[in-house]
């Protein structure tokens, strides 16, 4: 059962931070969001798909996880597993 929320949060991380980085999202509202925060920080981290996996895994990993120590490792973990996913389908020569 464990897996599974590990595979079920991975996956969400991608997604999630998938269509905040690379997508315009339904009526172009992420689209809208990203022009709205500029080329400050928040438009920095909405260009870094690295960056932001690291911040949309954070309500995953202590929603998911047992105690704080788990949720800690978590964090990291899911973000990478959401970077993973990114490499392993983006298109080549990317």
């Known amino acids: 059962m464990r897996f599974y929320w590990l595979l079920l949060g991975a996956l969400a991380v991608w997604r999630i931070t ?3 980085a690379s997508e315009d999202g339904p009526w172009d509202l992420v689209l809208r969001l ?5 080329s ?11 960056c ?4 949309v895994a954070l ?6 996880a047992e105690s704080w120590r788990e949720g800690l ?3 990291p973990s ?16 990317n």
Not at 52 to 55: A, I, R, V
Not at 59 to 64: K, L, Q, R, T
């Open 18 to 20: 998938h269509l905040l």
């Open 34 to 38: 990203r022009k709205a925060v500029g």
């Open 40 to 50: 400050g920080f928040w438009g920095h981290l909405m260009d870094c798909f690295n």
């Open 52 to 55: 932001l996996s690291l911040w």
């Open 59 to 64: 309500p995953f990993a202590f929603g998911i």
């Open 73 to 75: 490792l978590l964090w």
């Open 78 to 93: 899911l973000s990478g597993a959401a970077i993973l996913l990114e490499r392993a389908t983006a298109p080549k020569g």
